[in-house]
């Protein structure tokens, strides 16, 4: 029997109809046709997956579609304020070449806004430490954690302007 | 050295919003209506005789529209070594026979994935289980199974290389060296599993989303193995995540997907999950190597003798490939005056090893490098200097096989040297800490022609518009390296425009210009660089001719197109922007649009590649003697690939290159239990995290290789061989123990301090 739910993705809110057993993952990139996040293993250990639900990063598919209903979501697609402007992790992935073949992006920026959101300036180990939970077989990582280090500055800075004004 | 607005720049990549956007398509992002999802029913066992299949339970089976086996297909061959038909021993589905777990047996399309994947299990297969052959030397033994008819040995390709005189080299040596060495399998481990979606239009032509490597070697096989003509198949490669080799083959699922839009009349996809892709996926060749190399007492190389035999699994797959370049990387990095290579492609009940990144060069370079290092301490000479005693150089030969053009190997070792502080290092660290040197060299793609493409090995057209702008068509795949930025990067350089000036469209058999043999070798910016730069050359012939009639200019003035205008050089006001000087020249054609065709097929160039990159690395080790874990403290990498047309993006694939290294080195391996593979998942297959990278430095050493688009050639490729011979060799440095047999894992380690 499918099981209604209400979520909050990206600030839109949905009501779906789902199987039991169906994934987050499922749900966002099948129902919701929101594809940015990826599937890379389906058994949590890749990272491409990760999405935000209310304030935890998880693997969306590990995470029961059920299990998120009346939850707040945040995919790769709710980073950038429009189609104009980008979210600073998403301009400093582009300008220090932290982005290949970009099939594990979105889980990456995920799991920078997740660390910076908690740790404004974290330590090259702590973003290291904030990555091991995700794979990437093209950069050798350390491009992604410069580009973390330069997003988290110019948040500190973004932040700090915003209070100010 | 010339001075360029836009090559050797930071230039971000093109592809890199869409991708930090999440708005980038990769093939399992594509959704058609009325789409249907199909799955595979792979071999339960390693080697058998399939006796029947019943599928009519699942077909039975309410939301199947589709279930095929073998019957349901033309029974056509293929492989990618089209030039010998007879090396093509892959059918699309299993007929009459299984060769390895996990061997395409039956597909299902449905619904949805859920009923397709119970559909799989109402497919009965009687198979009759044959006793099967896990290693080289029980194929090769007496008696062995023989796992395809045609070829009783179990030995499927037979390579030899030989100059000099072998025999008088030995006998000349004053010091000889003979080792044994053994290779486990690795995954490409892509993060973006395969995915195919094939849609059949009104007139029964097919079109193919896929995530390949190669659009063009897929649309011929796919062609022939469905009995359809080339020109009825389009392929699209839409953003790919990620190949290293493992995507450059027809492969089931694409041929299933078409087939079963056909039947069906509906769109059909499968989207591969990462266990199937563990246990049934392509993976680098397990290799046995043993090698014997003699030295005058003064550390110069006499003579190599190179025995290779290739686990190459259940097919052939690229395996002729590889071992024919086996050979050709032993006789690669430094002189060998006498020099004998026997390479043996041997049948398995394993699933097919195929190309990776660095195709047969990391398994014989690591053999070769591990020997200079026993070499140079037995002979009493630092690793550093036997290397650049008998360094290849510009203009050395391999006789009949290749030719060396540009060569910034020795400048590598020493800048390396260097950097590292080597010699310092090499005597003052402490028990427990190491450091060694392990080089490279690799091809800028490969001339041999076993596809027996009848095109250029790769075109480009160009178009350009009055308004300024330009369209550039070529069939290479970008599938992440960054190969789409890097053309448009030297097309916008040869025509003065900017990045943004030019839209690019790339990878569709359709639209783009025949041919491309896709990516791998390192072959793209060479090939298609040199393609794309034969196409704006003929553009820019027919801008200087308008310039040239409109200003009157005296023959002997040179004109060119810089910053957006077309002038001449001496006069620069004697000009007009580029989009004007295209409006002129298509005027003067009553209206036609501008455009050329460029291509490049590399011609005189030997057997092997037109230009080879070279290079050297050095990796700081402590090994922790409690545990034996492997610790790699610094990395420092010096490399010859010509001209930089892109730094970050040399840089990013260099820092991807060690990550697969390290990996090669440290923790990678497909753990086999017979034929099966048993680590499955990501949790069990050791890939290296962002907590295992060393601090890394690199020099890109300058030289301009007279064959490559503005001097460039390979990288990113070549590096992925380095790197483990390094650790091994500062393994060795830290402890004694010195490992023959990747991987260097913490049990090896402990059992031998």
Redesign the interface.
Known sequence: MKHNIKIVVNGDEYSLAVDPWRTLNEALREDLNLTGTKLGCGTGDCGACTVIVDGRAVSSCLTLAVSVDGKSVTTVEGLAPSGDELHPIQEAFIKTGAIQCGFCTSGMEIAALHLLSNNPSPTELEIRKGLSGHLCRCTGYNQIVEAISVAGEKMKKCCHEEERS | MKEYSIIGK?V??T????????????T??I?LPGMLHGRILRSPIAHGIIRSIDTSKASRLPGVKCVITSDDTPKIKYGNWRLFPETQDEYPLAVDKVRFIGDEVAAVAAIDRDTAEEALELIEVEYEELPGTFDVESSRAEGAPVIHDYCPSNVSVNRKIKYGDIEKGFSESDYIREDTFSFQAIS??????CASLAQVDLDGRITLWTSTQTPYIVQCLLASTLGMRENDIRIIKP????G?GGKMELRPWEFCAALMAKKTGRPVKFTL???EEFLAGRRRHPMKIHSRVGFKKDGTLVAKDLRIQLDGGAYNAMGPTATFLCGNFGAMLYRYPNYRFLGEHVYTNKPPASAMRGFGAPQSLYASEVQMNIAAEELGIDPVDIRLKNAQVSGDQIPDVATISSCGFSESIRAVAEMSGWYEKRKSLKPGQGIGIGCYSFISGGVFNWFNTQYPFSAAEVRVFSDGTAHLLTMASD????SDTVLKQILAEELGLRMEDIRMTSADTAMTPQGDLGTWGSRVTLMAGNAVIDAARKIKEQLFGAISARFNLNVIHHVECKNGRVQATARPDYGMSFGEAVAMVQKANRGEPLFARGSYTPRGKGLVTPAFGFGAQIAEVEVDRETGLVKVKNMWTAHDCGTVINP??V??????????GLGYALSEQMVMDGGRTVNV???DYK?P???D?PP?EVVHVDTYEPEGPMGAKETGEGLASPTAPAISEAVYHATGFRCKDLPITPEKILKAI
Request: overall charge negative; proline content about 4%; aromatic content about 8%.
């Open positions: 930071d971000p990549r592809d890199a919003e869409a991708k930090a956007r999440g708005s980038a398509l990769y399992d992002d959704r490409h481990a892509y993060l973006e599993p953003y790919v995540g990620g290293f999950g990462r266990e599938i992440g390296q960054g970050r993006s840089e990013g694939q260099l820092a991807g290159s060690i990550q697969m998942d990501f949790a890939m995290t962002a907590m990278m890394s």
